[in-house]
Nanobody
């Protein structure tokens, strides 16, 4: 049975940090690009960041550039999203998503709709 589970969310004060994890079982993430998407109450889901399967290239939404860092550890079949300098507007449910694709984000802008969300997400709440 394939499972992709997000964890690491919580309640934090503005300016604080959290690290989200996305761990897969029954599925090797080696050939998948991985993205983090988020959905705030009353808003549409939006792309936050992604990392390629091939060359480690990354992309970020303008709203999180310089504050968030995406990474992956293929040996652990896990991806991470380190979130620093959190703001109340970062409050949302964060989802891990995958795309079976070996391209590079050095040359191609991410298409968030191409990523498939697997799990229930993890809640991130930032208080002011």
């Amino acid at each position: 049975q394939v499972q992709v589970v997000e964890s690491g969310g919580g309640l934090v004060q503005a300016g604080g940090s959290l690290r989200l994890s996305c761990t897969a079982s029954g599925l090797s993430l080696d050939y998948y690009a991985i993205a983090w998407l988020r959905q705030a109450p009353g808003k549409e889901r939006e792309g936050v960041s992604c990392i390629s399967s091939s060359d480690g290239s990354t992309a970020y939404a303008d709203s999180v550039k310089g504050r968030f860092t995406i990474s992956r550890d293929k040996s652990k079949n896990t991806a991470y999203l380190q979130m620093n300098s959190l703001k109340p507007e970062d409050t949302a449910v964060y989802y891990c998503a995958t795309r079976f694709w070996d391209g590079s984000f050095y040359y191609t802008a991410p298409r968030w709709a191409d990523f498939a969300v697997w799990g229930q997400g993890t809640q991130v709440s930032v208080s002011s």
